[in-house]
C-alpha cells in the first residue's frame, strides 16, 4: 500500500483524526501524514501522487501502542507450551506431559499461563507431580502474572543454593528470589536462534493486531542484556512494529556504570519492570494492610530511598526512570520517593522527564493527587480488570470486595490529569488492544470507566506521550504514518460510560470523530493493514 518513499492518497473510508472529524481520505508522504481531509478536496490530488488507494469504506486510525509488552515471553508462549486454556490441574499436568513428549529435544521445557484460582483443585501442580509428567526433565512454568512459578526437581538442581533464597518453597511456586534465579537458568536453555524466533513471532502478531509500537520492558530480574539488544536489533532490521527498550535496573549513588549500561543497551530509561513489589495472584504485591487470604503483606523490594536515588540520578542524566508497584503500600513508597528527588532535583525536572509507573492498580485520592503533581504517567493494563475484577474475580478474593472495587481507577486518573498509557503485559494478558480499550470503557466497576474514544487515545497516542513524543500516535499532517486499517461492524459511534445520558451516538453534529462500537458482546474490528513509517508491515491474506 505505501513505501518509505513516494506519496499514497488513502480515500474512500474514514480517517479518526482530530484534524477533521468528518475525514474520508489522508496522504501519506515519505512516511509521513502530509495531509487530512474530505473525499471533495481528495479529487484535487489524485492525478499529483504516486498511488491512490480506495479504502472501500474501510476504518483508519492510528496504531496502537502497546505501552508494557515483554517481547520474548509473549512469543515463547505464542508458540509453546500455554498453560491459560487449562481447566483444571488435571488439565494442566495432561498439557504438561502431552508437550514434554512432543519436544524431546528441549533442554529446559517452557510453559506459562497457569492459574489455580480458576481450577476446581485450587492449588498450582505439585513438583512431584511435574517430575512426574515430564520424566524428570527440567520445566519451568511461569503462573499467568510471571511472579511465581513451579518447577522441576532437575531445574532446581541447576541453581545451586536456590533453597536459601528468599523466596523459595521446597514444594509449591518460587517467589522473589528464588524465583529469579531459576528463571535465569530456564532462560539460559534458549538459544539465540529460539529467542529470535519467538520475538520475530510476538512482534508479526502485534502487527497483525494493529500495534504499530511497543514498549519491552527488560531488566536483569527479567530477561538479560543480550534478549534486549537481540530484539531491538531484530526490529531495526525487519519490517514490524517499532520497538523502544526499557531496563529496569536500580541506579545506586554513584551508579554512571548503570546509567551507561542503559544507554549502551539501546534503553530509553531505567524503567519498566523495576520491582518495587511484585503481584496480588502471588501474594507478593506490597499492601498497608495484609491479604483478605493470607497473613502476609506482601514483598517490598525497594524503599523510599532507594527510589529517590533512582529517580534523582535518571533525571540529572536525562533519562526516565520508572518502577513496577502495584500495591497501595508499594505506591506510597513510589509517591514518597519521588517527592524526595523533587526536592533534591527539583519539581519542575521531575516533571519534565515524564517518569512512569507499571500497573499502579491499587491508588486512593491522594496518590493520583499526587501523580498528578509529580508528572508521573500510569502505564495501565486495563485487561487486569476483565479478567481478575469483580465480585468474584480474584482480586476480590485476595483482597476482599471492598478494596476490590477500588483497583485500576482509571476515570480518577484521567480527571486529575494524569496520563495514561495502556498496554497488555504481554504474556501476562494477550495482546488484544480493542480489548484492551473495551476493558477500559467497561470496567468492572462503573465509577472507574472512561469513554472509548480516552481509552482508545491512552492504548494510541498515551504510549507515544510516555516516551517523551508528543507529535506521533495521532493522524495529522506532520505525525509518523503509523496507521491501521480496520473493516468494522455496525456504525461508528461517540460512546461514554455515563449512564445518564445515552451512552452511544452516531449523530455526525457532534464533531466528534467515531469508533466502533465496543460494547459488551459486539464484534472487535478485524485488521485488514498495519503501516509503520510509510511501510507496511501487516497485510490480510483475504484483504
Not at 280 to 290: D, E, K, M, V
Amino acid at each position: 500500500m505505501s513505501d518509505h518513499h513516494g506519496t499514497v492518497l488513502l480515500r474512500g473510508g474514514t480517517v479518526y483524526s482530530p484534524a477533521d472529524p468528518f475525514a474520508t481520505a489522508m496522504i501519506v508522504q515519505d512516511g509521513t501524514v502530509a495531509w487530512i481531509g474530505s473525499e471533495g478536496a481528495a479529487d484535487g490530488f489524485a492525478d499529483g501522487v504516486d498511488r491512490v488507494v480506495h479504502l472501500e469504506g474501510a476504518l483508519v486510525t492510528p496504531a496502537f501502542t502497546d505501552a508494557h509488552v515483554h517481547t520474548t515471553a509473549t512469543g515463547l508462549a505464542l508458540t509453546g507450551l500455554d498453560l491459560a486454556g487449562a481447566a483444571s490441574l488435571a488439565d494442566a499436568l495432561a498439557r504438561v506431559a502431552e508437550y514434554a513428549a512432543a519436544h524431546p529435544g528441549d533442554d529446559v521445557v517452557l510453559g506459562h499461563g497457569w492459574d489455580a484460582a480458576r481450577w476446581p483443585e485450587n492449588r498450582p501442580p505439585s513438583r512431584a507431580e511435574l517430575d512426574a509428567v515430564t520424566g524428570g526433565r527440567p520445566l519451568y512454568l511461569t503462573r499467568v502474572d510471571v511472579h511465581s512459578a513451579v518447577v522441576t526437581t532437575a531445574l532446581l538442581d541447576r541453581v545451586p543454593g536456590v533453597a536459601s533464597l528468599p523466596g523459595f518453597d521446597p514444594a509449591g511456586p518460587l517467589t522473589r528470589d528464588a524465583h529469579h534465579a531459576v528463571r535465569r537458568a530456564a532462560q539460559a536453555a534458549v538459544g539465540p536462534g529460539q529467542r529470535r524466533d519467538a520475538q520475530r513471532a510476538a512482534l508479526r502478531r502485534a502487527a497483525s493486531l494493529g500495534i504499530g509500537t511497543v514498549h519491552e520492558c527488560a531488566g536483569p530480574d527479567i530477561s538479560s542484556e543480550d534478549d534486549l539488544t537481540g530484539l531491538l536489533r531484530l526490529a531495526a532490521e525487519e519490517p514490524g512494529p517499532r520497538v523502544f527498550g526499557y531496563w529496569a535496573e536500580a541506579v545506586r549513588p554513584g551508579g554512571e556504570e548503570v546509567l551507561q549500561r542503559v544507554r549502551d543497551l539501546g534503553a530509553v530509561g531505567a524503567a519498566g519492570d523495576l520491582f518495587v513489589d511484585g503481584s496480588l495472584g502471588s501474594h507478593t504485591a506490597c499492601l498497608r494492610t495484609p491479604y483478605a487470604d493470607a497473613g502476609t503483606t506482601g514483598v517490598l523490594h525497594l524503599d523510599a530511598g532507594q527510589v529517590a536515588d533512582h529517580v534523582a540520578a535518571c533525571t540529572e542524566a536525562g533519562l526516565q526512570a520508572g518502577f513496577h508497584a502495584i500495591g497501595d503500600a508499594a505506591l506510597d513508597t513510589v509517591v514518597a520517593g519521588v517527592r524526595a528527588a523533587a526536592e533534591r532535583v527539583g519539581l519542575a525536572r521531575i516533571r519534565a522527564a515524564r517518569h512512569r509507573v507499571e500497573h499502579a492498580e491499587m491508588l486512593d485520592a491522594d496518590a493520583v493527587a499526587a501523580f498528578a503533581d509529580l508528572g508521573l504517567t500510569a502505564s495501565v493494563q486495563p485487561a487486569f480488570d476483565a479478567a481478575w475484577g469483580g465480585e468474584e474475580g480474584m482480586y476480590a478474593a485476595r483482597l476482599g470486595k471492598e478494596r476490590a472495587r477500588a483497583l485500576n481507577p482509571f476515570a480518577a486518573l484521567l480527571r486529575a490529569g494524569v496520563p495514561l498509557a495502556l498496554g497488555s503485559d504481554a504474556p501476562v494478558t494477550p495482546l488484544d488492544p480493542w480489548g484492551t480499550v473495551r476493558a477500559a470503557a467497561f470496567h468492572r466497576t462503573a465509577e472507574h470507566r472512561v469513554s472509548v474514544r480516552a481509552a482508545f487515545t491512552a492504548h494510541t497516542r498515551g504510549g507515544w506521550r510516555a516516551l517523551g513524543r508528543d507529535e506521533a500516535g495521532v493522524l495529522v499532517p506532520g505525525a509518523p504514518a503509523d496507521y491501521a486499517l480496520w473493516n468494522t461492524a455496525g456504525d461508528l459511534v461517540v460512546q461514554t460510560p455515563d449512564d445518564r445520558i445515552a451512552n452511544w451516538s452516531t449523530d455526525p453534529r457532534s464533531g466528534t470523530p467515531g469508533l466502533p462500537d465496543l460494547s459488551p458482546g459486539t464484534e472487535l474490528p478485524r485488521c485488514v493493514r498495519t503501516v509503520v513509517g510509510g511501510r507496511t508491515v501487516f497485510a490480510s491474506t483475504d484483504e
